[in-house]
């Protein structure tokens, strides 16, 4: 079993930085995807990033070249930079974890808030 714990939110200004942190219990994430979800109120719950178990990295379109996904493998730590923040990025953001050879995330933290005022 994984147990995930993000930390890092906060409230910021429109074009200022944040770095969220998911830290991993229970097992190595060496095999693990690592992703960064996020929930506004009253949307969906959309993709924002994943680094795989080669290090390579995706975005979704609305943060590419601002938020960058990162790994930590002796912390067992993922990390989320997210730059320029903008009004938009206010959202519940959740790490979550996934065996680099299946579809589906199975493993959720908690999630973190994260406010962005303009």
């Known amino acids: 079993q994984v147990r995930l714990v993000e930390s890092g939110g906060g409230w910021v200004q429109a074009g200022d930085s944040l770095r969220l942190a998911c830290a991993a219990s229970g097992r190595s994430l060496n095999t693990y995807v690592m992703g960064w979800f996020r929930q506004a109120p009253g949307k969906d719950r959309e993709f924002v990033a994943a680094?795989?178990?080669?290090?390579?990295?995706s975005y979704a379109d609305s943060v590419r070249g601002r938020f960058t996904i990162s790994r930590d493998y002796a912390k067992n730590t993922a990390y989320l930079q997210m730059n320029s923040l903008k009004p938009e990025d206010t959202a519940d953001y959740y790490c979550?974890?996934?065996?680099?050879?299946?579809?589906?995330?199975?493993?959720w933290g908690q999630g973190t808030l994260v406010t962005v005022s303009s």
């Open positions: 680094i795989y178990t080669s290090s390579s990295t």
């Open positions: 979550a974890a996934k065996l680099h050879h299946t579809d589906t995330y199975p493993y």
